[in-house]
């Protein structure tokens, strides 16, 4: 890009957002090298915007319509899929300032900005006794923008869907900057539904997702929390599948194995038994009535099941203790190596056990630590590659192994992702994922969307 025209585009850029919200400085620039993730940026971005309104999103579009500029768009950037990282002379679309939260108690609707934070969504909703329920662990850092282009999950997605259950209607502005709104705000079943639909999941390479209207539900009144440990790591898979198969529906149901437990262990000292194989977690929630008859019949299902010790949660301080294990889990892996690449395959409910025990022997394999946990109720496994970054040889095995749990997930007919989304990580297993017409329908959306190919480049979509 010549001089002149560098500055000729900044100036127009600048035009629309303001001098105080375009950045340009290289360390500036730096802060959105990266995500979560430890994918490595695919080139240098022109700027950052920071775009304070749907309208300016569009004025932005429609400049880098008329300089044929790259666009990424960016929420918190907590994604692990490198879907928000650069691509070369990229105009970066931070959309932090698009935070409100206004909420309809009668409609039992919340209207909020692309850049408004998922746990803030839910505290505005639980003080009206309203109740969002997707809840990536990301939650208090995570945009509900990002959590709608990634189509997010959560521990709480076994009982109550994903993020794409929740959305009623979209606004979003086009590749030339054309402001859309899809999606009827009420009952979610007008024929525009279906067109907001198509932006979940779609990891800003169709459109930008500039406002949601999104479902709210009431407040459940009671919560109850069984733990279960186990010496095998196959009496915990058969038991999830056991309580999916009894009719209850806990509002998590969670997996932990042994070297997870391990490293959980050696940080918090809560004095699990030593030889634990895994541990499960299982949230109830509804009328208190019936969260105590659930709580109960998970933690009889779990004895059956081989559990050498189950905790049914008596108070609110329980609760917390029995969760302690799950949020410590990533400031432990970080105790046993500094860098991590956190996997996100989803698999058959059935082949749980067998997934996880193929994915460990990699480890002996690779000569790497590998744990594994993850929301076993929908069979969403989280398996972690640690590593240090320093050693070569040791970021040099990283590769090999997480293509192999690719193929383990494809193997087992699972699916790459979860609920992390491609991004650039997975890109290139699109192919044997999709297969080839599926692959064509989506090049034939993505051409309608965005015929001059500028919307996150290089990502979610291989070449045919
Ligand atoms: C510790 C940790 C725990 C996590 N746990 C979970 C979990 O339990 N469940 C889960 O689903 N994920 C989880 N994640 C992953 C991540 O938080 C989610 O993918 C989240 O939805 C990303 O939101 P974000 O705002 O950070 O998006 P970003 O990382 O900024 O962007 C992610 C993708 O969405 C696109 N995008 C962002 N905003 C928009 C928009 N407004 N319009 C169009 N495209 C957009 C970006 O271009 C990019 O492709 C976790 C991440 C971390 C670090």
């Known amino acids: 890009m010549r001089q002149t025209g560098r500055e000729q585009i900044l100036t127009t850029l600048r035009s629309v957002v303001g001098e105080t919200y375009l950045l340009t400085r290289r360390e500036d620039l730096a802060c ?3 995500d979560a993730s430890i994918a490595q940026p695919l080139g240098q971005a022109l700027a950052v915007a920071l775009p304070a309104t749907t309208s300016e999103v569009a004025g932005l579009m429609r400049a880098a319509a008329t300089y044929g500029l790259p666009v990424v768009v960016r929420g918190a950037g907590s994604g692990l899929a490198g879907g928000s990282t650069p691509t070369p002379h990229a105009l970066i679309l931070g959309l932090n300032r698009l935070d409100q939260i206004t909420l309809d108690k009668e409609q039992m609707v919340a209207h909020v900005g692309a850049g408004a934070i998922t746990a803030e969504i839910q505290r505005a909703a ?7 329920p997707p809840d990536p662990s990301s939650q208090t850092a995570s945009t509900i923008g990002g959590n709608l282009a990634c189509n997010a999950g959560g521990p709480r997605c076994v009982k109550y869907g994903v993020t794409s259950d929740y959305v009623l209607a979209v606004t979003a502005v086009l590749a030339d900057g054309t402001i859309v709104r899809w999606g009827d705000g009420l009952a979610g079943q007008g024929t525009e539904q279906s067109l907001a639909q198509l932006l979940v999941g779609s990891e800003g390479t169709l459109a930008v997702i500039t406002e949601v209207t999104l479902q709210l539900v009431s407040l459940p009144p009671a919560r109850r929390t069984t733990m279960a440990l186990f010496a095998k790591l196959e009496d915990a898979c058969a038991t999830v599948e056991q309580i999916m198969a009894s009719g209850l529906v806990p509002s998590a149901l969670e997996l932990m194995d042994d070297t997870t437990l391990a490293a959980v262990e050696a ?4 004095g699990l038994p030593p030889e634990t194989g895994a541990m499960l977690l299982m949230l109830s929630d509804g009328e208190p009535e019936t969260v105590a008859h659930d709580a109960e019949a998970l933690a009889t299902l779990a004895r059956a099941g081989g559990a050498r010790l ?8 329980d609760e917390a203790k029995l969760w302690q294990a799950r949020r410590a889990v990533s400031i432990a892996l970080a105790r046993i190596r500094p860098n991590r690449l956190g996997e996100d395959i989803a698999v058959p409910l059935t082949r749980i ?3 996880v025990r193929l994915i460990k022997a990699l480890a002996e394999e690779h000569q790497l630590p ?3 946990f993850g929301h076993a109720g929908d069979g ?9 970054a320093r050693d070569p040889a040791e970021s040099a095995r990283i590769w090999p192994c997480a293509e192999a749990i690719f193929r383990i997930a494809l193997a087992v007919d ?8 491609i991004g650039t990580l997975k890109l290139a297993f699109m192919h044997e994922a999709l297969g080839a017409t599926q692959l064509a329908v989506q090049h034939r959306i993505k051409a309608w969307f965005d015929p001059g190919g500028r919307l996150n480049p290089g990502k979610v979509l291989p070449a045919l």
């Open 32 to 34: 959105y090298d990266q």
């Open 126 to 132: 639980e003080t009206l006794g309203l109740f969002y």
């Open 267 to 270: 940080y918090l000292h809560l």
């Open 310 to 317: 189950v905790q049914v949660a008596q108070s609110v301080s």
């Open 353 to 355: 056990a067998e997934s």
């Open 370 to 372: 590998i744990v594994v």
């Open 380 to 388: 969403n496994l989280h398996p972690n590659i640690l590593f240090d």
């Open 414 to 421: 699972g699916t790459l992702s979860g609920e992390h989304g």
